[in-house]
Every structure is written in structure tokens, then in C-alpha cells.
């Protein structure tokens, strides 16, 4: 069975950074199509940016430009790095298999607080 253990989330000032990372065990990710998402109270959970097999990544608007998502295939992890954070970026945040027809169970996420 899959997997997912997200990390490295806490509380930061407005402005600040953090680096999450995911830890994907029972399956290789080498192949997949991968993305880190992110859920509000009150919202939805939504995709904020995907890295294909390839390497070809995208984000949603209100992330590009301050955050990176990248993968270590040899240590069957994913990161994303977020700079220049902003309260609305409060959430917790989960990373999975970016395929709406075929995803692994959900991690427990990592939360991620900016406020000052």
C-alpha cells in the first residue's frame, strides 16, 4: 500500500519561507505525474502546481512565481518550496498523484501558518 508522509510545515512570518517535502513509500513515483495540494478551512482541497514525469511543472496563479515544485526520483520524494508566503497561503497542505481518476490514499498533510 502506498504511502504519503508530508513535511516540514509550521508557522512563518508574512514574507517568510518554508521547503515541504513528501515521502512516497510502497510505490515508485518515478513515472507519475505528481502535485502538492493545499486545503483552507471552509475550502475545497486545490491543486497548486504538478511536476509530470518529465519534469514539466505548472502552477495555479496565486502561487506562481514564489513557489517551486521539484522531485528527487532516487529518493522517491517531493518538494515544494515556497517563498515570500502570504497569510492566504494558510492551509494544510498535501501532496498525491496529480490524476483526478486515480489518486493514493491521502497523507495526514503538513500544516502550513503565516501570520505575524
Known amino acids: 500500500q502506498v504511502q504519503l508522509v508530508e513535511s516540514g510545515g509550521g508557522l512563518v512570518q508574512p514574507g517568510g519561507s518554508l521547503r515541504l517535502s513528501c515521502a512516497v513509500s510502497g510505490s515508485s513515483s518515478r513515472l507519475v505525474a505528481m502535485g502538492w495540494y493545499r486545503q483552507a478551512p471552509g475550502n475545497q482541497r486545490e491543486l497548486v502546481a504538478s511536476i509530470g514525469s518529465g519534469g514539466t511543472t505548472n502552477y495555479v496563479d496565486s502561487v506562481k512565481g514564489r513557489f517551486t515544485i521539484s522531485r528527487d526520483n532516487a529518493k522517491n520524494t517531493l518538494y515544494l518550496q515556497m517563498t515570500d508566503l502570504k497569510p492566504e497561503d494558510t492551509a494544510i497542505y498535501y501532496c498525491?498523484?496529480?490524476?483526478?481518476?486515480?489518486?493514493?490514499?491521502w497523507g495526514q498533510g503538513t500544516q502550513v501558518t503565516v501570520s505575524s
Open positions: 498525491n498523484r496529480n490524476n483526478p481518476g486515480f489518486r493514493w490514499s
